[in-house]
């Protein structure tokens, strides 16, 4: 359940958000491989890779509060060989 709640955080932020930030290259890939790591483990909740995008797009340009945490996140993704791991990044 834990690798879920993101995609339910994601899922608010792009409504409250809306879908207009540019959209980086970073959470492309970010998203595409959690999208890819959540099919894998069979999870009942969807991951819209598309909203992931623009939430993370939005957050990454909110450099007083989120960006940083953007960052974090990317890196830690981006580390993962595993999608066990890549699940796991916070």
């Known amino acids: ?21 540019p959209r980086s290259t970073a959470c492309k890939e970010v998203c595409k491989r959690e999208a890819e790591c959540v099919d894998q483990a069979g999870g009942r909740l969807p991951f819209d890779e ?15 509060h989120s960006a ?4 974090h996140h990317v ?3 981006n580390k993962q060989k595993a999608c066990a791991g890549v699940l796991e990044c916070k």
Not at 50 to 64: F, M, R, S
């Open 75 to 77: 890196d830690c993704v």
């Open 1 to 21: 359940m834990r690798a879920r709640l993101p995609a339910i955080a994601v899922t608010a932020w792009v409504a409250w958000a809306g879908c207009t930030e």
């Open 68 to 71: 940083a945490k953007v960052a």
């Open 50 to 64: 598309k909203e992931c995008i623009a939430a993370c797009a939005a957050l990454e340009h909110d450099v007083e």
